[in-house]
């Protein structure tokens, strides 16, 4: 249940994160606003970590395979996108569309095992949920 909670959570920030980030780029440009976000992230990342932690900050160099550690530079550019979609389609498309694209590639990460997941089997209950998701957006989206 916790984990549930959790991750309604997390979409009610990112959701929010969103709108104010492309507020922000009104008022500056895309790469500055995005290196503020990345830069005050990394403030609240390293303040949490001194307060909780204090374990080797260069333990993170020794997840393998190396390219894990790219995603820093995805969060550059998924702040980017979200920022550029919101502005583009307004905050409720671009946040259906985010949701399913990060639903649709997620299960296809866990039914080939890509990037050290398990492996999960095709289910066509959940292929048939992703396709009723689609579906939601041709008719939110239906004039």
Not at 56 to 72: A, D, R
Not at 103 to 127: H, M, S, T
């Amino acid at each position: 249940m916790v984990g549930f909670l959790i991750a309604l959570l997390s979409g009610a920030l990112m959701s929010i994160q969103g709108v104010f980030n492309t507020q922000v780029t009104k008022s500056s440009n895309i790469w500055t606003a995005s290196a503020f976000v990345q830069f005050s992230a990394l403030i609240v990342c390293l303040g949490a970590w001194f307060i909780t932690e204090r374990t080797s900050l260069l333990k993170v160099f020794e997840v393998e395979p190396k390219y894990m550690l790219l995603g820093g530079a995805i969060g550059a550019f998924i702040t980017y996108t979200v920022i550029k979609s919101m502005d583009a389609l307004g905050p409720a498309k671009a946040v259906m569309l985010i949701v399913v694209a990060q639903l649709l590639v997620a299960y296809i990460i866990e039914v080939f095992g890509w990037f050290g997941v398990d492996k999960q089997p095709l289910e066509w209950r959940k292929a048939i949920g992703m396709a009723l998701a689609i579906a939601g957006i041709v008719i939110f989206k239906w004039k």
